[in-house]
């Protein structure tokens, strides 16, 4: 039987530019409450995901960065923001744990809103992203994909922008997703 944490993975090829699908199993309610931490079996899948992709070459990856599909009332600016930096930190630590083991780096990160989020903590989170992961290489927030922005520049959540192409370099960028 699954757990909270446990995760198994789902090969595709009807779907667009999505060829696998890491599925993390937790419970919404489980989630829903503030206080989770890094020892989170949640968390920890999120660990064993970063370490599948980089084992099995997997150059891109998408995760919400509240662990969340929808808003809801309880999600306020503060749980937002707390949570974001939770997901965005270990993120790092874990891309930063992989890279001493070798295999393939993920060259694509990107974190994706939910659903129904407010413009204020939009840019809350994005805003959030470069201070956690310090990069050279150009921040791109994206709200949907059906015009451009200059890299670097922050849309407004109603702005859309559509997904850079990945260029195969050494190189890694990191992203915040607005799903419309």
């Known amino acids: 039987m699954l757990q909270t944490g446990d995760v198994y993975v789902t ?9 696998v699908v890491f599925h ?8 829903s409450s503030g206080d989770i931490n890094s020892r989170h ?11 599948m992709a980089c ?16 808003m809801s009332e309880e999600m306020t600016v503060a749980w ?6 939770l997901v965005l930190k270990c993120a790092k630590g874990f891309m930063i744990e992989m890279a001493s083991w070798g295999g393939s780096q993920i060259k694509n990160l990107q974190f994706l809103v939910p ?11 994005a805003t959030m992203l470069p201070s956690i ?4 290489n150009p921040l791109v927030f994206k709200a949907s994909s059906s015009s451009a922005l200059p890299t670097g520049h922050l849309p407004s959540p109603s702005t859309p922008v559509p997904p850079s ?16």
């Open 24 to 31: 993390l199993v937790v419970a919404d309610s489980t989630l």
């Open 80 to 85: 937002c923001t707390r949570r974001a930096e």
């Open 41 to 51: 079996p949640a968390i920890l899948g999120i660990r064993n995901i970063l370490k």
């Open 115 to 125: 659903k129904g989020i407010s413009e204020e903590v939009f840019g809350t989170l």
């Open 55 to 70: 084992m099995y070459d997997v150059t891109t990856l998408t995760l919400p960065v509240l662990l969340m599909h929808n």
């Open 165 to 180: 192409s990945s260029s195969p370099s050494s190189s890694s960028s990191s992203s915040i997703h607005k799903s419309l």
């Open 11 to 19: 090969k595709h090829s009807n779907l667009s530019q999505v060829h």
């Open 133 to 136: 992961f310090r990069v050279s």
